[in-house]
């Protein structure tokens, strides 16, 4: 089997440590590719050099909505410019898009990044990876008006009709540790009802941690575990969920 963890924040000081250690556990594992999402411009640069120094590792470059505080006006223009001089490496603007549940979060200011950041997406020609919380319909109503190439959901946590409207946009949606938990029935509801075609696997290391690991640091390696909990809920078997969801990926992301 092969496995891409579609969202993992490998760049983050937590795996500082033991980031190359991290690394071989997933290839033995046979988690051959990791895309790692921006967050904020200062960590830019780091997260190019990593992924231009470790095999099967793919930068997405964006402005994260929770760090709207952190972010200047013009950050937009040097989002731009990073991409246009990197076209080659970043396979994704992301992570971007609306966080409604942090009440203290500027929702204006978040609408206006998002949507300037949509356009750089259409700009390159380039998919987006979401971050969407309490803020579905509000995406979808941008996504309709500044259509991009799709992407993925990341996290997703939104309903059936929803998800639906998402998947005709292009966009596949994405499942990680929170499938692990024995609560997490609405989750489970969705990972089950919601088409293979549609689902992309991720960690989100490290926040997200699957439920072996409560309280720990997440790991990208723990993706198996998001395998093992999507097969027995949707009582197919490991090996066609990782093909379709590998194949998923590829498709969405045009990784190589």
Same mark, same amino acid.
């Given at each position: ?62 402005? +994260? ?5 952190? +972010? ?141 690991? +409560? ?42």
């Amino acid at each position: 089997m092969r496995l891409i963890d579609t969202h993992c924040h490998l760049d983050n000081d937590q795996f500082s440590i033991d980031r190359i250690d991290v690394l071989d556990n997933c290839h033995r594992g046979g988690i051959t590719r990791i895309v790692i999402p921006a967050t904020v411009i200062s960590g830019w640069l780091q997260l190019l050099m990593l992924c231009e120094t470790q095999k099967g590792l793919y930068p997405a470059l964006g402005l +994260h909505p929770m760090f709207i505080a952190s +972010h200047k006006d013009n950050d937009i223009k040097l989002l731009e410019r990073w991409i246009r001089d990197h076209r080659q490496q970043v396979v994704a603007v992301g992570e971007i898009g609306l966080d409604y549940y942090d009440k203290q979060l500027d929702r204006k200011r978040q609408q206006t990044l998002f949507e300037a950041q949509l356009r750089i997406a259409q700009e390159f020609d380039l998919p987006v990876i979401l971050h969407v919380r309490k803020a579905h319909d509000r995406v979808l109503k941008t996504l309709k008006r500044i259509p991009v190439k799709g992407g993925i959901v990341h996290a997703f946590s939104g309903s059936e009709q929803q998800a639906q409207r998402y998947i005709e946009m292009g966009f596949k949606l994405g499942f990680g540790g929170t499938v692990t938990y024995e609560n997490s029935s609405r989750i489970h509801k969705l990972a089950v009802n919601l088409p293979l075609e549609a689902i992309v696997l991720e960690t989100d290391a490290p926040d997200m941690v699957v439920s072996s690991h +409560h309280g720990e640091r997440n790991s990208p390696e723990y993706l198996l575990e998001i395998l093992e909990a999507l097969s027995a809920l949707r009582e197919e078997s490991k090996k066609d969920i990782a093909k379709q969801t590998t194949q998923n990926a590829i498709d969405v992301l045009a990784l190589k």
